[in-house]
């Protein structure tokens, strides 16, 4: 299994960003899928997440700004970032609750990340 995530670079503040991380691979189901942040000289922090029954939670520092949603058909998970602020930098992974097949398997899988630079 593989999480590529792609859309992230520089941006001034108050634009805009989608990410997109997709699941390829043998899949049965994926299930639970989480953006993770992690700025310069910090913790990753949980920022975005979606439940295959498409219920979302936010971090407070996101709320309001950024939408996350999820395209099963196309195994993709997407991060819409708007209103970009300086403290948004960093690097975004992308992070799941993937089961495979044959023998079914189910655990959680992180993408390889992708950078968000916002300047000021």
């Known amino acids: 299994v593989q999480l590529q995530a792609s859309g992230g670079g520089l941006v001034q503040a108050g634009g805009s960003l989608r990410l997109s991380c997709a699941v390829s691979?043998?899949?049965?189901?994926?299930?639970?899928m989480r953006w993770y942040r992690q700025a310069p000289e910090k913790q990753r922090e949980l920022i975005a997440g979606?439940?295959?029954?498409?219920?979302?939670h936010y971090a407070d520092s996101v709320r309001g700004r950024f939408t996350i949603s999820r395209d099963d058909a196309a195994n993709t998970v997407y991060l819409q970032m708007n209103s970009l602020k300086p403290e948004d930098t960093g690097v975004y992974y992308c992070?799941?609750?993937?089961?495979?097949?044959?023998?079914?398997?189910?655990?959680?899988?992180w993408g390889q990340g992708t950078l968000v630079t916002v300047s000021s």
């Open positions: 979606i439940t295959e029954d498409r219920f979302t």
């Open positions: 992070n799941g609750d993937i089961a495979t097949y044959p023998k079914y398997f189910r655990r959680d899988y």
């Open positions: 691979g043998n899949i049965f189901s994926f299930n639970a």
